[in-house]
């Protein structure tokens, strides 16, 4: 039997579980696995400049390709406790990562020890395991364990804590022989499918709700055959975006109180049922429960069963993983469609497609400074199909995800439940370094961008281009517009006159100072008919150069983004004028119909 020490061990079983690139920051605690992972090779790791930016970029990482488990390292001190974020948001969004922690050693944990705490006991209400490994020889079977469970039912974080004399101690271990353990997911039955098809066939204007738990399954494919099979219009999540390509005739467009469309919202509320998949009714997707689910019933099929009810009760829920429950349903579909038994629902289609056309918001603007709606115009034109957007909170996502378009599954990355401030720079970080040829493209306004501003270095010292889109208007954007309600406007303004680029006027900080002064390019915008050629710009910045640019959009100050003010989809507030002829919204899917 081979010997080698537990830490060389979890970095053997790493390989073996299909890890690639792992993200993070060397410390005392944790150097003995650094040793091991320059020892065996075969795993690039990027330093971070911030541990909570290395849990990130491991999101990032891991929401890029199907299959794929970022990894982020580091002490089990600040540095852990700095990854809670990243796994909170890995936790709400389903997103396995695994947080390798390095401990003091056994005999002194509970002794105050330097930088020893109790990370497991802080990491467990946010990962599917945390545990703190005691015995080196538990080792291999803790981490066999952890891809077991991140990978099994509703997927999400893991944290391994090892205390750097576990990590150091020689064990038995045969990596040649080492077998990753079955992955657990529950099934729908043929029964279950078929009850919740009889279901659909009564209604008259049925819809179905496609959650990120379509892309966790890798069952978008399926997702779209069943819809054309059945003909029933599709209603991604925020987090399901791209599940469908925008302009498929059978997207209905999303559904909200703030991420959503003028038609998607008018669609969904004629609708009379809906069948939710891999969803989980989240409340900017729901708003007012009496208001969603009022006159229409549901089913609700997610790989979680605790989740179905959680919300509202459905008429049927079924546990399952969307992929197999796909997998069904286009079976048996297909079977009723060949036997006559699916009824037309080529009308209720169209009709969603006719409001698609007709209830736009606008988005060509010419003011300066310039109106953030005209930025999301321009990035239509300048960023393709291929493009994989990265963005997080506040105004800039919103509005992007009311004005962007997305076309395939995993081009939407977007953390939804926990939108920690500063997630969008190391995420897309990590996402270009797992498609290093893809387009990728950032998002943020400018309080999001200097959370997390010194990952860029990251991308300049590792030569990981993307291009990232800063609007700029010096102001805390979604909680000042949240404060109206209030009739405030309090500690959310960021302006200030810098002594060092008095041409910025109010708008403080200078971002392509600093973006440069981190070893990147960066481009300021201040007129709506140069974004275009700014963006074309980057883009050749960013191939020639191999590092992230920033192109810094100066907007109004004060822009109120469409969004209820009563938490009722039905009563979303459009602030800005709508469209009312084509060259109003140019970019739109489909051509304004007046």
């Not at 970095?11 to 410390?27: H, M, Q, S, Y």
């Not at 969008?424 to 996402?431: K, Y």
């Not at 009722?568 to 800005?576: K, L, P």
Request: glycine share 8%; aromatic share 6%.
């Amino acid at each position: 039997m081979a010997r080698m020490t537990a830490a060389r061990a979890a970095v053997e079983i790493l390989k073996r579980e299909g890890v690639r690139d792992a993200f993070g920051v060397p410390g005392a605690a944790i150097n003995p696995f650094y040793a091991a992972l320059k020892a065996a090779d075969g795993i690039t790791h990027t330093l971070a400049r911030h541990v909570e930016g290395a849990s990130h970029m491991a999101e990032g990482y891991t929401r890029t390709h199907p299959g794929h488990i970022g990894v982020c390292v580091g002490t089990s001190g600040p540095a852990g406790t700095d990854m809670i974020t990243g796994l909170y948001s890995a936790t709400g969004d389903s997103i396995p990562i695994l947080c390798v922690t390095g401990q003091a050693p056994t005999a002194v944990i509970h002794k105050e020890d330097f930088q020893a705490v109790d990370i497991a006991a802080i990491a467990g209400p946010v990962t599917k395991m945390a545990v703190t490994v005691l015995e080196a020889a538990q080792v291999p079977g803790v981490f066999q364990q952890a891809f077991h469970l991140m990978r099994s039912g509703r997927p999400g974080p893991v944290l391994i804590d090892l205390p750097v004399d576990v990590q150091l101690t020689e064990i038995e271990f045969d990596p040649e022989t080492y077998e990753p353990l079955p992955v657990y997911k529950p099934a729908a039955s043929r029964a279950q499918i078929e009850k919740a098809l009889t279901l659909l066939a009564g209604s008259e204007r049925p819809l179905i709700v496609a959650g990120g738990g379509v892309i966790n399954a890798d069952a978008c494919e399926l997702l779209v055959e069943f819809a054309e099979l059945t003909g029933v219009p599709v209603v991604p999540t925020l987090m399901g975006w791209g599940v469908i390509p925008d302009d498929h005739e059978l997207n209905a467009g999303m559904v909200g109180l703030q991420t959503s469309h003028r038609y998607g919202n008018a669609t969904f509320l004629e609708s009379d049922f809906v069948l939710g998949i891999g969803n989980r009714w989240a409340n900017r997707h729901t708003g007012r429960i009496d208001v969603y689910t009022a006159g229409r019933r549901f089913v609700h099929v997610d790989i979680e069963p605790t989740q179905i009810g959680r919300i509202f009760a459905p008429d049927y829920g079924i546990a399952s993983d969307a992929r197999a429950a796909l997998e069904l349903f286009v079976e048996v579909a297909g079977e009723l469609k060949a036997a006559g038994g699916l009824p037309d629902r080529s009308d209720w289609a169209a009709a969603a497609q006719e409001k698609k056309a007709r209830l736009q918001r606008r988005t060509h603007f010419d003011d300066i400074p310039i109106k953030p709606q005209r930025v999301y115009e321009e990035m239509n034109k300048a960023f393709g199909p291929e493009t994989r957007y990265v963005t997080t909170i506040g105004l800039s996502q919103i509005a992007g995800a009311q004005m962007l378009h997305v076309y395939k599954p995993r081009h939407w990355i977007n953390c939804g439940q926990a939108g920690p401030l500063g997630w969008t720079v190391p995420a897309a970080l990590g996402v270009a370094r797992a498609d290093p040829e893809a387009s990728v493209v950032a998002l943020s306004g400018d309080y999001d961008f200097q959370f997390m501003i010194e990952e860029l270095a990251v991308g300049a010292q590792h030569k990981i281009p993307y291009v990232h889109v800063l609007v700029n208007n010096s102001y805390l954007g979604l909680i000042r517009q949240a404060q109206r309600a209030f009739d405030i406007d309090f500690q959310v303004n960021l302006e200030f006159e810098n002594i060092n680029s008095p041409e910025l006027g109010v708008y403080g900080v200078d971002h392509v100072k600093v973006a440069e002064g981190l070893g990147c390019k960066a481009i300021r915008v201040t007129d709506p008919n140069e974004l275009r050629s700014a963006f074309e710009q980057a883009k050749k910045l960013a191939a020639e150069h191999r590092v992230p640019v920033v192109v810094e959009v100066i907007l109004e100050r004060v822009t109120n983004i469409s969004m209820s003010t009563t938490n009722d989809i039905g009563n979303v507030v459009e602030f800005e004028e709508i469209a009312t002829e084509p060259g109003h919204a140019p970019t739109s899917i489909r051509t304004l119909k007046t």
